[in-house]
């Protein structure tokens, strides 16, 4: 959705970044939003598997992500 907020956890259910997506309608951005994988403690994250959760005014999804470097 083109409002939503995206929280990204660990799998110990940490917190790892919690992200505002705000774009126009009509931006063609609506349902892409990129992230530098820094933390929200500003540390770069490690490799491994989060869980990610999209909360909008739609409801809310919840799945997995995996992130190798």
Do not use: F
């Amino acid at each position: 959705p083109n409002t939503c907020t995206i929280s990204i956890y660990s799998l110990d259910g940490d917190l790892v970044q919690s992200i505002d997506h705000n774009e126009p309608a009509g931006s063609g951005e609506g349902s892409i939003h990129r992230w530098d994988l820094i933390s929200r403690n500003y540390g770069a994250i490690v490799s491994g598997l989060y869980y990610w959760v999209v909360e909008s005014d739609y409801g809310k999804q919840i799945g997995k992500l995996v992130i190798i470097m």
